[in-house]
Each structure stands twice: as C-alpha cells, then as structure tokens.
C-alpha cells in the first residue's frame, strides 16, 4: 500500500506479558517515529530512526520499552512486561528525511493490558 | 473501576461558518510547525504547515498564522463542513538534528449541521 501501516491494529495482553508492535514504513522514507497517544490525550514521542544514525530514544518512558529498525525499513518496537498504564494508541509515522518533515502516520495499534 | 472523561477543549460551529482554532506553543526555538487532523480511530492526519520565517501560510479552506512574539498557532478553516469535525492538534519541531514533534493536548471540532 501507499501509506504507513501498523499491526495488530488491536492487541489485547495479561499485565506482565511482552508484546511486539509492528510499522512499515512509506517505502522510501528514511525517517520513522513512534509517538503514544493515551485516552484524550496528545501525542507523545517514543522515539525516532533517521538513516544509519543512533535513534533518539529520549521519549522512552522506561527501559522496559524498546525499538529496533531492520534494513532502515520496517521497524519493531517492544514491551517487556507491560502494565496497565502502558494501554494506550501506538502510532507510528515517516517522513522522507529531516529536511522533509511532513510525517505520515499509521493507523495505530490499539493496546489493552488487562 | 473509576472511568476517566474526555477532557479536550471543545469548538462548536455552524456548518458553513468559519472556525479558528488555537494553540500555545512551548518553545521560542521551535521552527517548524504542523496542524493535524485526527478522526475517530484512525491516526493523524496532515494539514498544513508553516516554518517560523512566515506568519502566514494559506491552503485550500485552511489558513495557519504563527505569532512568534507570543509563541501562537492558529488554524482557521473556512466555510466549516461536517466532514471537518474532528481533533485537531497542533505540533511543533524544536529543529536541530532531531525531527521529532511536541504535540499539543488537541481540540474537538463539532460541526452542527
């Protein structure tokens, strides 16, 4: 397809288990986000891979969440023994570099820890 | 277990009215800003843009204008349809090597028709 998209679009996990989100990326763009938006809330930057440089990590809220891009495409972003406060819309974005900023974003995977 | 409301701001228009929606941002070396459009279930949705060179920047039915001096973002929308209802965010780009975007806590637009 044309656009970012996202999966699941719905998880549903036990608190204390790990779960992995999935973003492909617009094909050709070097830069991809990934935000979290809780309930009415804004939202709020995770983290960000530009090219072959180190990410910005700085949004992660704690070391129990993580990212990784394959190939500077698709990218993965993980949480390790996930609480109920980390339910919340995962949304991933691209954008073709840094000088082209405009960000498309995915749809979001919606994410219930019980 | 206690439910939490929907807190956003909330603008309510005539269909066929012009509606503006603002927005403070926080930091006076942000250069570049964004308005987003987001429906129910799905994500955001570019807008328009305007880089801090500019204090105006015009698009079809939309109108951004930066106030640099006290750091606000409008977005004004003309002739307001019921396909325009929804939440609108702005974001700002602090600029330097990173290009990730701050973005404000949203504002609901119901258009009545």
């Known amino acids: 397809g044309a656009g970012v998209s996202q999966s699941p679009s719905n998880k549903v996990t036990e608190k204390g288990k790990d779960v992995e989100l999935r973003c492909d990326p617009i094909?050709?763009?070097?830069?991809l986000y990934w935000y979290r938006q809780s309930l009415g809330q804004g939202l709020e930057f995770l983290i960000y891979?530009?090219?072959?440089?180190?990410?910005?990590k700085s949004g992660l809220p704690s070391d129990r969440f993580s990212a990784e891009r394959t190939g500077g495409s698709v990218s993965t972003l993980t949480i390790q023994r996930t609480q109920q406060e980390d339910s919340a819309v995962y949304l991933c974005?691209?954008?073709?570099?840094?000088?082209?900023?405009?960000?498309?974003f995915g749809p979001g995977t919606r994410l219930t820890v019980l | 277990g206690e439910s939490v409301g929907l807190h956003l701001p909330t603008l309510s228009v005539q269909e066929g009215d012009n509606s503006i929606i603002n927005c403070a941002y926080s930091?006076?070396?942000?250069?570049?800003f964004i308005w987003y459009k987001q429906e129910s279930g799905k994500g955001p949705q570019f807008i328009i843009d305007i880089r801090s060179n500019m204090d105006k920047r015009q698009g079809q039915r939309v109108t951004v204008l930066l106030n640099k001096t006290v750091k606000h973002l409008s977005l004004q929308i003309a002739a307001t349809q019921p396909g325009d209802s929804a939440v609108y965010f702005c974001a700002e780009n602090f600029g330097g090597a990173t290009n990730k975007l701050i973005f404000g806590t949203g504002t609901l637009l119901a258009v009545q028709p």
């Open positions: 891979f530009q090219g072959n440089s180190a990410p910005d």
């Open positions: 930091n006076s070396a942000s250069d570049y």
């Open positions: 094909s050709g763009h070097t830069a």
């Open positions: 974005a691209s954008s073709l570099d840094v000088v082209g900023r405009e960000q498309f």
